[in-house]
């Protein structure tokens, strides 16, 4: 049974850096990807960026190039999403979703991010 | 960079009607590799279909997927009362991945 368990709920100000962690658990971390998608409140469904754990080779999507790094750490079979310059638009529920060929059919429970001053 | 535009923004319908739900893309979504999701308050999204036509395991066969190129649709039968929800779809045949921005399916 795959599971991503997700880090817990963060208050960050204005300017900060968040890092939200991902673990999976079930199935073998290295041989799929892992994307970060976030909702922002009221909102729908943003795509970040990936990573392919078995390569170490993230992309991103160009609105968030610079600002977030992916990374994933194979020995704990947790990926993590950092977001720097925080600003109060990126008060959202940042996801993890594990791709097999592109779509996810699992994801974590979500981490809500509040940035506010 | 591919966008996809849903409509309609809100389809109001009653348990047991038809629900038809568009997804357009701006340029052509490859091998038609074209998602839908299912999302409920509070809640992750839920796979529905993939391959722009296979269902996801456990999902009812009221829930169906169709088209290719840059026009697909998903068409739920008979609307049950836990299918009212927002649907969005993806496409993941190039980079950088993207969603539509969801339909919400309401109770009329």
């Known amino acids: 049974q795959v599971q991503l368990v997700q880090s817990g709920a963060e208050v960050k100000k204005p300017g900060s850096s968040v890092k939200v962690s991902c673990k999976a658990s079930?199935?073998?971390?290295?041989?799929?990807?892992i994307s970060w998608v976030r909702q922002a409140p009221g909102q729908g469904l943003e795509w970040m960026g990936r990573?392919?754990?078995?390569?170490?080779?993230?992309n991103y999507a160009q609105k968030f190039q610079g600002r977030v790094t992916i990374t994933a750490d194979k020995s704990t079979s947790t990926a993590y999403m950092e977001l720097s310059s925080l600003r109060s638009e990126d008060t959202a529920v940042y996801y993890c979703?594990?791709?097999?060929?592109?779509?996810?059919?699992?994801w974590g429970q979500g981490t809500l991010v509040t940035v506010s001053s | 960079e591919i966008v996809l535009t849903q409509s309609p923004g809100t389809l109001s319908l009653s348990p047991g009607e038809r629900a038809t739900l568009s997804c357009r893309a701006s340029?052509?979504?490859?091998?038609?590799?074209l998602a839908w999701y299912q999302q409920k308050p509070g809640q992750a999204p839920r796979l529905l279909i993939y391959?722009?036509?296979s269902r996801a395991t456990g999902i009812p066969d009221r829930f169906s997927g169709s088209g290719s190129g840059t026009d697909f649709t998903l068409t739920i039968s008979r609307l049950e009362p836990e299918d009212f929800a927002v649907y969005y779809c993806q496409q993941y045949g190039s980079s950088p991945r993207a969603f539509g921005q969801g339909t919400k399916v309401e109770i009329k």
């Open positions: 391959g722009a036509s």
């Open positions: 340029q052509s979504v490859s091998s038609s590799y």
């Open positions: 979703a594990r791709g097999s060929s592109g779509w996810y059919l699992h």
């Open positions: 079930g199935g073998t971390f290295s041989s799929y990807t």
């Open positions: 990573i392919i754990p078995i390569l170490g080779i993230a």
